[in-house]
């Protein structure tokens, strides 16, 4: 089972930018489907974006797509999301997810965050208007 921590979290102005990371610790990581969640206050928690093993099938929710951004390094157990050009409404706990990837899926994500098995605490993130 793989352990997650996030960091980068913080307070920031609209339109700018943070990067969020992902330490897992454990020897799964390598071979887990990797996805970003956030929930706000009185909302239920929602897709972000998501990432095969292998890096090379990336998902993203509508409303970030061509501002995130969602890569990993399985060398050094890390997953990031970079994040420019916020908005308020980006204002959440962000959540980092985990779970084995089937053997034949190079390119798999998921965006169901009922398919995840491993979470970590969050990492609060606020953009000021």
């Known amino acids: 089972q793989v352990q997650l921590v996030e960091s980068g979290g913080g307070l920031v102005q609209a339109g700018g930018s943070l990067r969020l990371s992902c330490a897992a610790s454990?020897?799964?990581?390598?071979?887990?489907?990797m996805g970003w969640f956030r929930q706000a206050p009185g909302k239920e928690r929602e897709f972000v974006a998501s990432i095969s093993w292998t890096g090379a099938g990336t998902s993203y929710v509508d409303s970030v797509k061509g501002r995130f951004t969602i890569s990993r390094d399985n060398a050094k157990g890390t997953l990031s999301l970079q994040m420019n050009s916020l908005k308020p409404e980006d204002t959440a706990v962000y959540y980092c997810a985990a779970t084995a990837a089937p053997f034949y899926s190079e390119s798999l994500y998921y965006t169901n965050a009922q398919q995840y098995t491993a979470w970590g605490q969050g990492t609060q993130v606020t953009v000021s208007s």
């Open positions: 454990g020897r799964t990581f390598s071979r887990s489907i």
